[in-house]
């Protein structure tokens, strides 16, 4: 009984933030000409060799949600990093539109686009991209600065998020005194400073060690339930990807394979690619109990549980009841039961 | 908040903002201002007990050796035999070149082009030598190149082995490198001082001049390109039981050996600059013609040997170049590819024909009729500059307008004003800038240089009769400073269009690749061309000869800021203009401070070469140690050394601003 299955290229939302058709990025000589023709789906050492073109992103739908989380997941070359220079038009896309809160940036002048920049959308790179001879202060404010917001307004503005980011009052000093950790950390309060409605993350953790990853994931989690932007997320770590996003995106060649919620990739991956990725997830870490349910019995119950809670939370409370649990909605309103079996049989299944 | 523990930072030094900070002023302030009241209040003018006779014993040294050049065991036992073997060397080059004839050298040049760079390198560099035939200065260019040839192989026989020591110790390489940042500061007339007293005039002291100068790149780009064989690749060779030697041999060489190719283009460029210069101790080459020309004021007769050596340089510039170029240009004729051995068997073969052919059919000189004097054709444009280009211009007046501008509205105000400045008051104020660009050791040491120029004493000749070295120094500085200002007033704007426009980068790049490797000389031409003799020709030439390397600093430091920091400018919504003030500058200033460091001593390196075209103050002085050792050697020295000091100021304070403050507090 999973949920309808989200559609495949993620234009799914209503009132979407962020919203991109057909976008496409090919470099070399005319690029224009291989959107949509029939070479662009040759192999790449083949048209690069008869166009000199390299398709790096093509027919790309996108749909994120106000406050919504989206991970684009891949491995390095498969488009990502192009896909998310694109948004903001870092890169410019060759074919395709994206609009950005109902502003059309791919059509948008200098003007509008330096504006959706510097209000709309803060981006996070992969490293950390700070100005080293800045102190975090004036690097925290550097989005406010082009802003031409004064001098003591954006420090004190600064000064605050960096304490947001866990760097209270090491605002003088200079980023190389800092850990790589660290340092992403005034990446991304330099991304909250200007109070955009979006932040761009491009693989901002992967130049950092697992355990510094995991801070910084869990400084994200944090972030999202505080200060609910709209997030698009860049990465080519499966577990962060899960861990993450409220829904992801497989890209492969250029291309979405699937998006999806976490639970959706694991448990259905649309194709051999995405089924070898997602193998070795533990099915328990990612699957909500409301995937797996058993329609509403008439009980008793040993009590209530949250559909969203993942199955592996509620190994402990099944063991101490005989009694299935009752599956409640985020209303309160009971949808389905689950019971010992039903988990044991998530768990029991992982390995396949 | 959560994840508020992020740990200390990683590094405990933190800045002592607002610590004391206006108390940290005091002393400084203090003792600046005190020295300055005394600075005023004793003798505005050097006094005369701080003579320290140098110019004396100099002019004594110099009679003794020119007596005692035949007794002396120094002589007879070292300098003499040393001076013997490298004429011999030169003269035995000379008549290998003699042998083969103008086609023998002409099939040589095109054989190594071929063979270290391909057909390109090869053409061009048989072009520009079919040039210098036909320009009719084969003879003179020759002795040059022969007075080159000598050198270079000198200057790598020591050179080398110097480098694979210092890659491979770094006591070494602390200690080398002491001599090699002092020989590249010092003006290469410097050396040519002392190089004549002991090994006279002619070959010789032009020889060892050059070796001087060419030694250092040579040992920098050996030690440089092994010391970056990286380290995996002498493990492999460790673990698998080479010796030092085997390692050195058959994993580093080979590993290093296009940095040391490209250090062979460094050392054959800068001793060629060089040699051209060192034509002033007397051989009959290229350099001698123009300076002979420069003297005359007749640029016709410097014109064409100038562009004997534009030439030549570009010939063995591009024979040198090597596999740098190929990779980045398509082959000009695609030839059938023949086995290294064999390319090298037709390329040898081709000159032993060419010689071959041009002995029997007795071909000594380039035959009357290909032979082009352009000479008179020069002086008629010369005519027609001056009638044309020096006065009535539109708007910028013409190049005289230009130079009597510089002259009575910029340089002699500025002029006269260093002189009236009490003298010390100018030492306290270096001092006070060196103190702000670096600290107390700095101002210390400037100081101390400028105290030495007052030790220099007196030389004939000003209004007074006697004119001390000091208000010299203030001549030539106020002509330095003013070059300075130009040169980096025009080169900082072209060079960050450089670095931004890769169309501007396009167009310059010929220029400042040909620039740099000219001599010096070779501007002077154009600007006595152009404004005549005086202080303003001596200034623009040493603002053209400063150029280059300033516009190619601050764009290539442009280029080398990293992306990302650029990127996340333009991602928050950067202009053009505020990536370039905010993000690129800041991060390119260590590099641009550098090509301003570069063209200050590019301007102290023209002070004597400027001398030629009038410039005189201790330029003049200093070349005319060259031309009457007898009688003027002693304050040749003595302006030779005040200009050493004013370099070592100059170099050591704009070197400061551009070292970060963090590499500062380290250092």
Redo the contacts between chains.
Sequence with gaps: MLPAHGDLWGASVTDPMIEVRGLWKVYGHRAERIVGSPEADLPRNELEARTGCVVAMREVDLDVAQGEVFVVMGLSGSGKSTLVRCL?R?IEPTAGTVRIGGVDVTKADDQQ???????K???V??????????SLVDNVA??L???GADKGQRRELAANTL??V???G?G???P????G??QQ?VGLA?ALA?NPDIL?FDEPFSALDPLIRR?MQ??VI?LRSEVRKTMVFITHDLSEALRLGDRIAIMRDGRFVQVGTPAEVVMNPADDYVRNFVRDVPRSHVVPVDAIMDPLGDGPFGGDISGDTKVRDVVGRVATTELPLRVIDGAGTPIGSIDRMGVLSVIANEDL | MALATASGPSNATAPTFGVAGTRRWILPVATFGLLAIIAIAVNPNVPSWMDIGLQKWVRDRYMWTVQNSNSSWIFTGVFNPLSDAINWLVESVQWILRTLRWPGVLALFAAIGWMTAGMRAAVSGGLAMAGIAVLDVWEPAMVTLSIMVTAVGIALVIGIPVGIWTSRSDRAERIVRGFLDTAQVMPAFVYLIPVTIFFGIKYPPAVIATVIYAVPPAVRLTSLGLRSVPTVMNEVGESFGCTSWQQLLKVQLPMARKTILLGLNQVIMMAFGIVVIASLLGADDLGNLVLKGLQKNDVGAAFVPGLGIVLLAVALDRISTGERSTSTRPPLIKLPTVERRTGTLIALGSVVVAAAVAKLADITAIPDALAVDISGTINDAVGWVQDNLRKGVPIIGGTQAINDFLVTDVLEPLRKFLVWLPWLLVVVVVAGIAYLSKGWRLAVGCSICLLLIGTMGDIPGGADGRTHLWDLSMDTLSQVLVAIVISVAIALPLGVWAGRSDRAQQVMRPFLDTAQVMPQFVYLIPVLFLFGVGRGAGVVASVIYAIPPCIRLTGLGLREVPYTPREAAISFGATKRQELVKVQLPLAFRSIMLGINQTILMVLATVIIAALVGAGALGLVAYEGFTKPIQKIGQSAAAGLSIVFLAIVLDRITQAWGTSPEQQRRS
Aim: glycine residues 8%; without cysteine; aromatic residues 8%.
């Design positions: 903001t870092l686009l330096l504006d959706v920049r510097r209000h959308v803060s981006m790179f992969q490293h950390f991209g700070l100005l080293p001879h800045r550097f989005g600065e082009l802003q304490e947001l866990g760097l209270r090491m003088s000093y200079k190389h005194q800092l850990s950790g660290q950390r330099r200007t761009l801070e869990d400084e944090r």
